[in-house]
């Protein structure tokens, strides 16, 4: 079932979120500053890949990662959070739309806080 789920959420709309979350993390990487937060960038866009099957754990970050979640949050997070939890609603209307959904709201939880983040298979 993860198989199938992730081919059908690359057909429709996978690529296109990936490669959003790919080119944010470029251009966060042009400074040395935004580096920590590219990374963070490539991170998610490898899940929004390729989600299902995968599970994400939070936490496990010092006093280094909760400034940079802090930052992260204040910046752009909550807009990265924001954008995955309203399209997370929208796929939940329809009874077919909620794996996708659920999806979104994994990468939503990510999207805030993504430093000391663990992506794991189940």
């Known amino acids: 079932m993860n198989f199938l ?15 959003v979350w790919f080119l944010a993390g470029l251009l966060l ?10 990374v963070q960038c490539f991170k998610i866009a490898e899940l929004v ?7 994400v754990e939070l936490g496990n970050f010092g006093a280094g990662g909760l400034i940079f ?3 992260w949050l204040i910046l752009f997070g909550w807009e990265f959070a924001l954008a995955h939890l309203i ?3 929208i796929f939940c209307i329809t009874i077919i739309g909620i794996p996708f959904g659920l999806q ?4 939503a939880k990510l999207g805030i806080i ?4 663990k992506i794991y298979q189940k």
């Open 69 to 71: 979640n802090i930052i």
């Open 114 to 117: 993504p430093f000391g983040a």
């Open 104 to 107: 979104h709201f994994k990468l």
């Open 49 to 55: 890949l390729w989600p299902f099957g995968k599970e």
């Open 5 to 19: 789920g992730n081919i059908i959420w690359l057909i429709f709309g996978g690529i296109i979120g990936a490669i």
């Open 87 to 89: 399209t997370g609603l």
């Open 29 to 38: 990487c042009i400074t040395i500053i935004g580096i920590p937060f590219g």
